[in-house]
């Protein structure tokens, strides 16, 4: 089951939810060789493990942001951690990537990341 509806095969590369739970756990050699097809950039959600907040983003390296973020090493995010990673979108440029960043951090792209963030949570 893919853990989007965004439908652009050309430009993103969904990941199923099960890898996106063992991406971050990956150490970075590995994880490297996770997106071989050339998705340079990716779009990530991070749900925090102990408030209401969904954070959206933008990035290159998802092992690093993550534990940036999980580190209390970027200011916006320090008060909400730990993080989960609850999405990811992978994309051939960083334009594309920004574009669907700016979807997932309007309302009704927040409103889709807590749908999926409550099916997770079900499970």
Same mark, same amino acid.
């Given at each position: 089951?893919?853990?989007?509806?965004?439908?652009?095969?050309?430009? +993103?590369?969904? *990941?199923?939810? +099960?890898?996106?739970?063992?991406? +971050?756990?990956?150490?970075?050699?590995?994880?490297?060789?996770?997106?071989?097809?050339?998705?340079?950039?990716?779009?990530?959600?991070?749900?925090?493990? *102990?408030?209401n907040y969904i954070y959206v983003g933008l990035t290159d390296n998802i092992p690093r942001r993550i534990k940036q973020h999980n580190d209390g090493k970027e200011q916006t995010t320090k008060p909400y951690r730990p993080f989960k990673l609850i999405h990811l979108e992978r994309f051939e440029t960083r334009v594309e990537a920004r574009v669907r960043e700016k979807f997932l951090k309007s309302g009704v792209g927040k409103e889709w990341l807590r749908n999926i963030r409550e099916e997770q949570n079900k499970k």
């Open positions: 089951m893919l853990n989007a509806e965004f439908r652009n095969p050309k430009s +993103a590369l969904l *990941i199923p939810q +099960a890898e996106v739970a063992e991406l +971050a756990d990956l150490p970075a050699g590995r994880q490297a060789r996770f997106g071989e097809e050339k998705m340079k950039w990716s779009v990530y959600c991070l749900s925090s493990l *102990i408030r």
